[in-house]
C-alpha cells in the first residue's frame, strides 16, 4: 500500500469511493456526489491524500476550513473514505496518520470530525488517534428528511504552536 497526494486524474477513484460512502447513509449528509470542481473547491490544497494498493485508488483524505476568518487558519476538518470491499485491513489507520502528520506539517493546530453515532468503526478510528468526545449535536440537519444526531470530535496537536 502506497500514500500519495490526491491528483485530478484520481477524482473518478475519489469519487466512486465517495459515492459509496453516501450510500452508506451514515458517512455523509450529502445525498450525491459533487463534480470535480465543485469538490476541489471545498477542500483545503495541503494534506490531500490517495492510498494505493496495486495502483488501484483505495481510500482517500482531505481537510476542510472550518472557517474563513484568518484566527481560524489552524482548525480544519477531517474527511476519510475507503472503498467498501476493502474493510478492516486499517485503511482508516494509515490514511489517518498520514493525514496527521501532512496537517501538523502545514500547522494545523486542531482537527476535528462530525460523525454521525452510527459510524462506530469511524468514532473508534478518530479515538485510536487521540480525539476526543466534544459534544453531540442532536438534531443537527436532515438527511432524507430524517434529523440526523452528530458527535462532535477534536483533537489538539502536541506539535504546533
Known sequence: MKIRPLQPEDWPS????????IETGFATFETETPDWE???NKFILA??????????????????PVSKRYVYRGVA?????RDLN??????????MSALIKCSEKNKFWTLQSSIFP?????LR??????FRIVGKRERIAQRDGKW???VFMERRSSFVD
Open 38 to 40: 465543485t469538490w476541489n
Open 118 to 122: 452510527e459510524n462506530k468503526a469511524s
Open 148 to 150: 440526523i444526531d452528530t
Open 14 to 21: 475519489v469519487r466512486k469511493i465517495y459515492q459509496e460512502g
Open 86 to 95: 476493502f474493510g478492516k485491513k486499517g485503511i482508516g489507520s494509515l490514511l
Open 125 to 130: 478510528l478518530h479515538e485510536k488517534f487521540g
Open 77 to 81: 476538518e477531517v474527511t476519510i473514505y
Open 47 to 64: 494534506c490531500r491524500l490517495i492510498l494505493e494498493y496495486n495502483d488501484r485508488v483505495i481510500g482517500w483524505a482531505v481537510l476542510s
